[in-house]
């Protein structure tokens, strides 16, 4: 049984410790005047468009901070040494939700995306809408890329769903698109049974597309120690 979304909408949690001071800390996404109304309604899904995606109940969202934190990296080997990563609050099991992904909603149109953001997801392809959280966010936009720091990483972006109000669906909710960050399964062979243990740094892959973009845009900026980073990046 999952809670209304009503629920979700009041969920309203507290500013984290380490969080910076010129970053808006989100509950919800925020939306951009560029987006329709369209497509904020065709984020919604139908009961039967929802198979094979997790589904996230109230409960979860609220439980946040009790799974999820934000620490200042303090080992000088490490790549984000001296900024923050995203470690386990506690013991995470193969699979399971840990948060969402949460930020600024914007058409992929070049008038209405910040060309300098690290932090833009995309939220729906087919709509043409991506998750900025460059300058509003939650504790999701400090998971680092597992390159430099571990072997692999231990979690991974994946779709999901949860419940909005909606005044046209019965029960006066509706299911809407997400991005939420997720522990890798265990595998076939096990090998990731112990999911993510409790101060465990959280881990995802950006993708090599990431980093030759981050490798670009160094070059464009002069900026010596993102292409430095970018560069080591690509050659693990």
């Not at 984000?80 to 992904?101: C, E, K």
């Not at 209405?112 to 300058?135: E, G, I, Q």
């Not at 465990?200 to 070059?219: F, T």
Request: hydrophobic share 35%; net charge neutral; aromatic share 8%.
């Amino acid at each position: 049984m999952f809670n209304t979304v009503s629920d979700n909408i009041k969920t309203q949690l507290p500013v984290p410790p380490n969080w910076p001071e010129d970053i808006t800390y989100l509950n919800d996404l925020t939306y951009s005047a560029a987006v329709t109304s369209e497509q904020r309604t065709a984020l919604g899904r139908t009961t039967t468009d929802l198979e094979g995606h997790a589904r996230i109940a109230a409960e979860q969202i609220a439980a946040t901070q009790s799974r999820a934190c934000i620490r200042i990296i303090s080992d000088p080997k490490h790549p984000a040494y001296n900024q923050r990563g995203l470690f386990a609050a506690s013991d995470l099991p193969p699979d399971s939700f840990i948060l969402l992904y949460q930020g600024h909603v914007h058409t992929n149109s070049l008038s209405d995306t910040n060309s300098k953001s690290d932090y833009d997801l995309s939220l729906d392809r087919l709509l043409d809408l991506s998750v900025d959280a460059c300058s509003s966010g939650n504790e999701s936009r400090f998971c680092n890329d597992y390159r430099g720091i571990t072997e692999r990483p231990n979690a991974e972006f994946r779709d999901c769903f949860i419940q909005v109000p909606s005044e046209k669906r019965a029960g006066g909710s509706k299911w809407e698109r997400r991005v939420g960050i997720f522990v890798l399964s265990a595998g076939n062979a096990g090998l990731r049974k112990k999911g993510v243990r409790e101060g465990e740094e959280v881990c995802v892959s950006y993708g090599k597309q990431y980093w030759e973009s981050r490798k670009v845009v160094a070059g464009f900026r002069k900026d010596a120690e993102m292409l430095r980073v970018a560069t080591a990046a690509l050659e693990l």
